[in-house]
């Protein structure tokens, strides 16, 4: 069964240069591809599992969706009676097989944080993307239309995992929608694209593009992965953010004031804001946005809470830093801005780092191999314990 390790893997047999330069934000793009290529990602016996072990609706983002409408809770969950004073919402297996059997689709939301191979690549997508991403699977059958017509305030990749289903794509009227334009909005008559989406085939679409999805009378499963790149609105809301600095902005709109007065005031305001923007690069803004996203963590136990225990060789570790970072070396001491917050080593410890940030993941024994003049397993410790590195058994997480 084919694991996908990269980004550029996901694209085959498109580069990711290529899809970078010509395709990200622009244009919706079918890209064929081998039948396992995905089914490392999710399986049905997964998908019963993740259901199962988190019966509890109220801390699952589940819905069902049938004929192009959301299923209300009660049609497919039951109030538990274990304990009257924490009664939550749980999922009423008979409901939902009488659904499914009418033709109900399941939408499973953050399926990255429910199953370790969907997280893995959500973390090598943001690696090369330079933005988080979120998975959702989608199950259907029957032939029978799941969500309605719409269009995602994201870009999405579907990655088809098995069976078929045939998809429906409109151009959007009104380019770049923001979440905020939702209610606006309507799907335009005519078609840009249609066409089956087999098991191992990738469909890209920007945001906005208007999409239906139909499963073709059998089984049908398939993850999607959803990016939100920074827009010039983010741009000038990061920027905003550093007005308090000012006094004038401070200062209470004169209200009282003559109208010269309040000119004045609305003239000093646009020279903050065009000062703060004068001060801005589109270089230096994305460097500092990478610098404080956030990693989806992981737990390394029993080590994080017994540190000096030795790692053993045939175990992974994981660099946890979701996107890529300068390691600034000086004399005596190498810089890491990463997870919002910054790290400082000892110089010695600059080719462990960049040997770790390169291949991103990596047995105990092979990286101590490569550095065998220094102290890796101690160093190792220090690095679990800042949640830069993780080490498991597994080699996926």
């Not at 032939?143 to 069976?163: I, K, N, T, Y």
Request: hydrophobic share 45%.
């Amino acid at each position: 069964m084919t694991t996908i390790d990269s980004f550029s893997e996901m694209l085959k047999p498109l580069s990711e240069s290529e899809f970078l330069a010509s395709v990200l934000g622009r244009r919706p793009m079918h890209i064929p591809g081998p039948s396992g290529r995905f089914a490392s990602l999710l399986s049905w016996g997964a998908l019963n599992e993740i259901l199962l072990c988190h019966r509890q609706v109220d801390h699952l983002s589940l819905r069902i969706a049938l004929n192009a409408d959301i299923v209300p809770p009660a049609a497919y969950t039951h109030r538990s009676e274990e304990r009257l004073e924490e009664q939550c919402l749980q999922l009423d297996v008979v409901k939902l097989n009488h659904l499914l059997r009418e033709g109900a689709s399941i939408v499973l939301n953050k399926v990255q944080e429910l199953h370790p191979p969907v997280s893995a690549l959500c973390r090598t997508m943001e690696w090369s993307l330079h933005t988080s991403v979120e998975a959702c699977a989608f199950a259907g059958w029957h032939g029978v239309q799941g969500l309605p017509v719409h269009w995602d305030s994201e870009d999405v990749f579907v990655a088809q995992v098995e069976g078929t289903k045939h998809w429906t794509l409109r151009e959007p009227a009104f380019k770049h929608p923001l979440a905020m334009h939702r209610d606006r909005l309507q799907p335009p008559e005519s078609v840009y694209w249609e066409g089956d989406l087999q098991p191992g085939d990738l469909l890209y679409m920007p945001r906005g593009w208007w999409h239906c999805a139909v499963p073709n009378d059998q089984p049908s499963l398939h993850v999607s992965f959803a990016i939100r790149p920074p827009t010039g609105l983010d741009l000038i809301m990061g920027v905003l953010r550093r007005l308090p600095e000012s006094e004038l902005v401070r200062t209470a709109v004169p209200r009282f004031a003559s109208e010269e007065a309040q000119a004045q005031y609305l003239s000093g305001i646009r020279n903050s804001i065009a000062t703060l923007m004068d001060q801005v690069t589109v270089k230096d803004y994305l460097r500092v946005i990478d610098s404080v996203a956030k990693t989806r963590g992981a737990l390394s136990l029993p080590w994080a809470a017994m540190p000096g225990q030795s790692l053993p060789d045939h175990f992974w570790l994981h660099w946890m830093p979701p996107r890529p970072a300068p390691l600034v070396e000086s004399d005596r001491e190498v810089i890491l801005d990463v997870m919002g917050s910054q790290f400082r080593f000892a110089n010695i410890a600059a080719p462990v780092i960049r040997d770790l940030m390169s291949c991103r993941r990596v047995t105990v024994g092979d990286l101590c191999a490569r550095h065998a003049h220094a102290d890796v397993q101690e160093f190792l410790t220090d690095l679990i314990a800042a949640n830069l590195v993780a080490v498991s058994a597994n080699r996926v997480i």
